[in-house]
């Protein structure tokens, strides 16, 4: 079974400061997708971004970035100029493609609390 | 920008009772899912849904626990007799056919059982 691993439960970082959150993840599969989510106070699970296993480059969306390192199983989200509404719960994800008799379904972390100060 | 909807946002509800939450997928994504987070801990994949059939559920969801989509747009989670740890916040998602395609979620209904 594939297990998802936040091993830091809390950061904080200043306003406009970069911010990296880590992520391991086991799996004996070869072709798998990794997200990122937020979820702020409201609660809400906003995505954040994706990674495909199968691509090399490292997914980008405006000010995050992840540092995919496939062979260490390694997936890092890095958040630069931070902003205050980026305080949140961010939870790594795992997904496996779709097999027979099974579902395409996330497996999560346990989540890390980021808080921006002012 | 579609978005998958839930009701209700809050509901409280007698230990021993039934309880249904709704939900409304983005309209044409055809995987559809309920999750849940206990307060403080990490969300927890319940069930899967997909062509009018169970495709996959977890060790979490017993016999107390039933999905129906009884019209083209309403996907429900009925928890059949409630108990204290039913408490939770439960989430519906939803994704579009293909491989790895985002799942994407509702804004939780937050269940207190009492």
């Known amino acids: 079974a594939q297990t998802v691993t936040q091993s830091q439960p809390e950061m904080s970082v200043q306003e406009a400061e970069t911010v990296t959150l880590s992520c391991t993840y086991d799996?004996?599969?070869?072709?798998?997708?990794l997200f990122w989510y937020k979820q702020p106070p409201s609660r809400q699970m906003i995505l954040v971004i994706r990674q495909e296993a199968y691509k090399q480059q490292n997914a980008t969306e405006n000010r995050f970035s992840v540092n995919f390192q496939k062979a260490a199983k390694s997936f890092s989200l890095k958040i630069s100029d931070s902003q205050l509404g980026d305080t949140a719960m961010y939870f790594c994800a795992f997904m496996k493609p779709l097999t027979q008799g099974g579902s395409e379904k996330l497996v999560f972390g346990k989540g890390m609390k980021l808080t921006v100060n002012p | 920008e579609p978005e998958v909807t839930q009701t209700p946002s809050h509901q409280v509800t007698q230990m021993g009772q039934e309880v249904i939450l709704r939900c409304v997928p983005i309209s044409n994504h055809l995987y559809f899912y309920w999750y849940r987070q206990i307060l403080g801990q990490k969300v927890e994949f319940l069930v899967s849904?997909?062509?009018?059939?169970?495709?996959?559920k977890s060790e979490i969801f017993d016999d107390q626990f039933s999905v129906e989509r009884p019209d083209g747009s309403n996907f429900t989670l009925k928890i059949r007799s409630t108990k204290l740890e039913d408490s939770a916040m439960y989430f519906c998602a939803s994704r579009m056919a293909g491989a790895g395609n985002t799942i994407y979620f509702g804004e939780g209904s937050w269940l207190t059982v009492v």
């Open positions: 799996t004996s599969e070869n072709n798998y997708y």
């Open positions: 849904f997909y062509n009018n059939e169970i495709s996959e």
